[in-house]
């Protein structure tokens, strides 16, 4: 059963990069669309963004658009989420799911990022954008 797990997090300064990793165990992300979501103390969990199974289609929450990038690389079975011009709104745990249903996928993420029944999660990695 496919399994994920998030690294790259950290604390960072405003305006900073970081570079998040979603990498897959126990089976193949190929046939997956991917998600990264994430949830600030207090807050309900936000989409950020996703990536189709083949690559080529992405969509980003407008908070995020033009300083967040998705890509997956096939080889290392990894997903990425870089992010760039980073502010404090943008501390949070951030997330990567995965679902088959491209779709849904990208419907949770622009108007419904509190379901919670997409296919498998991953545990979060801790961002923090502080001086």
């Known amino acids: 059963q496919l399994r994920l797990v998030e690294s790259g997090g950290g604390l960072v300064q405003p305006g900073g990069s970081l570079i998040l990793s979603c990498a897959a165990a126990r089976s193949t992300l190929d046939w997956y669309a991917i998600a990264w979501f994430r949830q600030a103390p207090g807050k309900e969990r936000e989409g950020v963004g996703c990536i189709s199974p083949d690559g080529t289609s992405t969509t980003y929450a407008a908070s995020v658009e033009g300083r967040f990038t998705i890509s997956r690389d096939k080889g290392k079975n990894t997903v990425y989420l870089k992010m760039d011009s980073l502010e404090p709104e943008d501390t949070a745990v951030y997330y990567c799911?995965?679902?088959?249903?491209?779709?849904?996928?990208?419907?949770?993420?622009?108007?419904?990022?509190?379901?919670?029944?997409?296919?498998?999660w991953g545990a979060g990695t801790q961002v923090t954008v502080s001086s």
């Open positions: 799911a995965a679902d088959v249903n491209w779709d849904l996928l990208r419907t949770v993420v622009v108007s419904d990022p509190t379901y919670n029944n997409l296919e498998v």
